[in-house]
């Protein structure tokens, strides 16, 4: 039998944030899709206020200013702080009403809190201040997925990868990957998500989405490549024990099958995948 994953606790955050592309994704614009101030905006809500900075540190200017409060919109809205990240939004566009990253971060709120038609109006007010920026381009195409505008979203992660400079080119590979999987493009997907592996083999979300897409196709060396790969990396959740369990069923060894349904078994008893397998549904 295999080895099956020890993983340290430090790691178990960073699997959940990515896999909870279960996203995919579900979640906001951050929370499911890869987002960005916007960076990734998976991680624990808060209920209380976090300290907020002194407008006196930028020394009056109303630059400055927009971009403090702006940083700590975007920080209330990793929170789910949403009434308090508006209020920081709106001090940001008084003081400077040019400055389209308050905008960006405005259409992710917005799309949080399901008004599309502020959240659009907001991301094409930053892309009409700056059309070029990777980021916003990145939260707009995931915007355009989330809105049944699959089509209409993935030319706006190709023109977020135009920027040489763009710090997480992975990003919009892996969400045009979850798009083209939506309209059920599944070779473009695949091409997708290897270039967003090529670029950030780590990144726990693609090894998922690779390992599940050739266990659908049934090329079953690949998907346990992927499987163990990100089992190996990050602490296994039920989903991705779950997939490990059915790739080891179909090649037929049993031993590594019954090791990984006793890690779900125990790991997550109370999960839907567990209720599967209690079911019997493998499939």
């Not at 209020?87 to 308050?102: D, Y």
Request: net charge positive; proline share 5%.
């Amino acid at each position: 039998m295999r080895d099956t994953p020890r993983l340290t606790a430090k790691h178990s955050g960073l699997l959940a944030a990515a896999l909870a592309l279960s996203m995919l994704l579900g979640a906001c614009a951050g929370r499911s899709g890869e987002s960005a101030m916007p960076s990734n905006t998976g991680g624990p809500r808060s209920t209380e206020r976090t300290p907020s900075l002194n407008d006196g540190r930028t020394g009056g200017d109303p630059i400055e200013s927009a971009k403090v409060h702006t940083e700590l919109a975007f920080s209330y809205f990793q929170r789910g702080q949403m009434a308090v990240a508006l209020e920081e939004v709106r001090i940001a566009l008084a003081a400077n009403p040019n400055h389209f990253m308050a905008y960006n971060v405005l259409g992710l709120i917005n799309m949080d809190l399901g008004d599309n038609a502020k959240a659009e109006e907001a991301f094409r007010r930053a892309l009409a201040m700056s059309p070029n920026d990777s980021d916003t381009l990145n939260n707009y195409g995931w915007f355009l997925c989330q809105t049944q505008r699959e089509r209409q979203a993935i030319p706006q992660f190709m023109q977020a990868l135009k920027n040489p400079l763009y710090g997480t080119p992975a990003k919009p590979y892996m969400n045009a990957g979850l798009c083209s999987q939506k309209i059920g493009d599944d070779a473009a997907a695949e091409d997708y998500y290897r270039k967003a592996f090529a670029l950030e083999p780590g990144n726990a979300g693609v090894m998922l989405r690779l390992s599940e897409l050739y266990f659908k196709r049934s090329d079953m060396e690949k998907a346990r490549f992927y499987s163990d790969r990100l089992n190996r990396a990050f602490e296994p959740s039920a989903e991705s024990l779950w997939l490990a369990l059915r790739i080891e069923r179909k090649t037929g060894d049993r031993a590594s099958e019954s090791s990984y349904a006793s890690q779900l078994r125990r790991r997550y008893p109370n999960s839907p995948e567990n209720q599967k397998l209690q079911q019997g549904q493998f499939e």
